[in-house]
């Protein structure tokens, strides 16, 4: 697996981001994740996005991760908040996705960040069970869906 980094608009990041959305709508029926995301976001070194490409060149998987500090939507300073963990199917279950988590984590670590905090949800049990294997404990809820039921909230010092 070859991890870049790339621009949050890079049209592999695009394609990659439409399919977790496609996935998110099957899943909850809500047509995607309504986090509000702009590709500067991710520009280093307030965080980054990365896309790992296989063997052939194909991008298989992405995650990102973005500043955040204390806001009225319920981050703390220093906070690095990991966005769009997303693998493909065909993909699954060959350790992609924390190899990804892990080279986030080094990364945010890297640019000072002090805590990894992410969202997610009660109908993605691998993505629980991801995180729960990496450390991550449960948090006080944030960001945009922490006012929902199925919102689940997660940190680890980093």
Same mark, same amino acid.
């Given at each position: 697996m070859n991890i870049r980094s790339v621009r949050f608009d890079h049209p592999d990041a695009v394609k990659l981001n439409d399919e977790v959305q496609a996935e =998110?709508?099957?899943? =909850?029926?809500?047509g995607g994740d309504a986090t509000l995301l #702009? $590709? @500067? #976001?991710f520009d280093p070194p307030r965080g980054v996005y990365l896309i790992a490409y296989d063997e052939h060149g194909r991008p298989v998987a992405t995650g990102g991760w973005r500043s955040q500090d204390t806001?009225?939507?319920g981050n703390e300073d220093g906070d690095a908040e990991l966005k769009r963990m997303f693998v493909v199917e065909g993909m699954r279950g060959r350790g992609l996705a924390r190899r990804m988590l892990?080279? %986030?984590?080094?990364?945010?670590? @890297?640019?000072?960040?002090?805590?990894?905090?992410?969202e997610t949800g009660?109908?993605? $049990?691998?993505? %629980?069970? %991801?995180?729960?294997?990496?450390? =991550?404990? $449960?948090c006080a809820k944030f960001g945009y869906y922490r006012h929902y039921d199925e919102s689940r909230c997660f940190a680890k010092k980093l």
């Open positions: =998110y709508h099957v899943r =909850y029926g809500d #702009d $590709p @500067t #976001d806001n009225d939507e892990a080279a %986030l984590e080094e990364d945010a670590r @890297t640019a000072g960040r002090v805590r990894m905090v992410l009660s109908k993605q $049990p691998e993505a %629980l069970a %991801l995180y729960a294997s990496s450390g =991550y404990e $449960p």
